[in-house]
C-alpha cells in the first residue's frame, strides 16, 4: 500500500490566519481525499482532489474556506482559511490503496486559539 | 438516524479475551465492509476489506458481514494490549476510488494487562 506523509502533525495557531496542510504519497495516485476528525465524531469526507482539475468539494465544505492543491500525482495541499476555534481538528489525508481501503496519513493536530 | 452506527465505547477487557466490535448500518446498497484501526496519535490503518456478506479471516482478526441484517462484526482473538486502539467501520457503495466511504465514529478499546 501506498505510505503517505503528512506534515505539520500539529499546530497552534491564531483565530483569522491559515494554515496549510502538506501530505506527499510515495506512489503515483489518481485520487486523493482529505478528512476531518472530531472528537467523537465519524471522520467527515471534505473533499475529493484528483490531479489536474478542481477539487469536489463535500456538503457543508467551500473552497474559500479550504482551498486544496494537487500539482501531481504524488503530492497535495489542505489550506485551513481564516481560522476559528471550530476549525480545531484532526485533518487526515488519504489515498487509493493498492487494492481495496484508503490509505491514510498520520494526521495534523490543528488547535486554533 | 445516521447511515452508519457504531458503539463508541470504550470496552475494557484483559488480555486474551475475544473481543466483538460491531456496526449496524441503513444503506442496503452497501457492498463494501472495512475496519480500520486507529492508534492515538496516528491515522486509520486499513485492517481488514470484505465484500458483500460472510465471513473473512486473517490472523486473530475475522470479518463478518451479515447484509440482511445490516449488521458488521470485528471479532479479535486473544487479545493483547497491543490491540488497545480505536477501531472504526466503514463502508461504501462501490469500490474504492469511486464512490466515498462512510465511516462509523470508532469504538476505543482497552485491552488490560
Known amino acids: 500500500s501506498a505510505v503517505i506523509s503528512q506534515k505539520p502533525s500539529r499546530d497552534i495557531c491564531q483565530r483569522g490566519t491559515s494554515l496549510t496542510i502538506q501530505c506527499q504519497v510515495d506512489s503515483q495516485v489518481t485520487m486523493m481525499f482529505w478528512y476531518r476528525q472530531q472528537p467523537g465524531q465519524s471522520l467527515t469526507l471534505i473533499a475529493t482532489?484528483?490531479?489536474?482539475?478542481?477539487?469536489?468539494?463535500e456538503s457543508g465544505f467551500v473552497i474559500d474556506k479550504f482551498p486544496i492543491s494537487r500539482p501531481n500525482l504524488t503530492f497535495s495541499t489542505l489550506t485551513v482559511s481564516n481560522m476559528s476555534p471550530e476549525d480545531s481538528s484532526i485533518y487526515l489525508c488519504s489515498a487509493e490503496g493498492t487494492d481495496y481501503g484508503y490509505t491514510f496519513g498520520s494526521g495534523t493536530r490543528l488547535t486554533v486559539v | 438516524q445516521k447511515e452508519v452506527e457504531q458503539d463508541p465505547g470504550p470496552l475494557s477487557v484483559p488480555e486474551g479475551a475475544i473481543v466483538s466490535l460491531n456496526c449496524t448500518y441503513s444503506?442496503?446498497?452497501?457492498?463494501?465492509f472495512m475496519w480500520y484501526r486507529q492508534y492515538s496519535r496516528k491515522g486509520p490503518e486499513l485492517l481488514m476489506y470484505t465484500y458483500s456478506s460472510g465471513n473473512k479471516e486473517d490472523g486473530r482478526f475475522t470479518a463478518q458481514v451479515d447484509k440482511s441484517s445490516k449488521y458488521i462484526s470485528l471479532f479479535i482473538r486473544d487479545s493483547q494490549p497491543s490491540d488497545s486502539a480505536t477501531y472504526l467501520c466503514?463502508?461504501?457503495?462501490?469500490?474504492?476510488?469511486?464512490?466515498?466511504?462512510?465511516f462509523g465514529t470508532g469504538t476505543r478499546l482497552k485491552v488490560l494487562a
Open positions: 444503506n442496503s446498497a452497501f457492498q463494501y
Open positions: 466503514a463502508m461504501s457503495e462501490v469500490a474504492s476510488g469511486t464512490y466515498k466511504y462512510i
Open positions: 482532489a484528483n490531479q489536474g482539475s478542481e477539487a469536489t468539494y
